[in-house]
């Protein structure tokens, strides 16, 4: 098993550009999650979705888009990119969204909004 | 999910157990506590969670105090690859999985 993959690792965007973070997970886990960390912070939680289809907002939703079209998919989408968006983002995913199990998380993407 | 307090940091020598302490004086009888860590800025990784018993696996041991209120991780025996954040969070079974994270207890390992 891969876990959980995410691309790219880095990428530099311009003010108002869009682009999506991939992530992907090869143990058909029903839960999946975006995170981002801060310098200096923990993680606080953008989005997430308990299956297929079905998505929810976290802490810190405002300018990000998600959907689940697969189980084993769940893209990131900055609608048009700001300076505050500069960030590590973390995907993560869970076997079942009852909150008893553990996360997986994958290796990050490093983005810098200038 | 209740609220954790960690202390900010912590010093251990490489060999020596390490035992970081988290209260969670707000903990409710369905939450469980779970740790986590994050190693110089990778991805966090899964330690360990109980509910009120006492837990213990490859990586770490969990002691709960009787009351709920306080957490140890031990790691019985540190090295410098220990070397990290950590994170003790508290969360409600049936929590849809989210994780709220603190500021965690960044752990030295010194030779």
């Known amino acids: 098993n891969a876990g959980v993959t995410q691309t790219p690792k880095f990428q530099v965007l311009k003010t108002g550009q869009s682009m999506t973070l991939q992530c992907a997970q090869d143990?058909?886990?029903?839960?999946m999650s975006w995170y981002r960390q801060d310098p200096g912070m923990g993680l606080r939680l953008i989005h997430y979705?308990?299956?297929?289809?079905?998505?929810d907002q976290g802490e810190v939703p405002n300018g990000y888009n998600v959907s689940r079209s697969t189980t084993e998919d769940f893209p990131l989408r900055l609608l048009s990119a700001a300076p505050s968006q500069t960030s590590v983002y973390f995907c993560?995913?869970?076997?079942?969204?009852?909150?008893?199990?553990?996360?997986?998380f994958g290796p990050g993407t490093r983005l810098t909004v200038t | 999910d209740a609220k954790t307090t960690q202390p900010t940091s912590m010093d251990c020598a490489e060999g020596r157990a390490a035992n970081l302490p988290c209260n969670h004086s707000?903990?409710?009888?369905?939450?469980?506590v779970y740790w986590y860590r994050q190693i110089h800025s990778q991805g966090p990784q899964y330690i360990i969670h109980?509910?009120?018993n006492n837990e213990t696996n490859e990586m770490a041991s969990l002691i709960i105090t009787e009351d709920r209120k306080s957490s140890t991780l031990i790691l019985p025996h540190a090295t410098l690859r220990d070397t990290a954040v950590y994170y003790c969070?508290?969360?409600?079974?049936?929590?849809?999985?989210?994780?709220?994270f603190g500021k965690g207890t960044k752990l030295s390992v010194k030779p």
């Open positions: 993560a995913s869970t076997l079942g969204a009852a909150g008893d199990s553990e996360q997986y």
């Open positions: 143990m058909n886990h029903e839960y």
């Open positions: 979705s308990v299956g297929a289809g079905i998505t």
């Open positions: 707000t903990i409710s009888g369905n939450e469980y």
């Open positions: 109980g509910l009120k």
């Open positions: 969070i508290v969360r409600t079974r049936g929590s849809q999985g989210n994780l709220i």
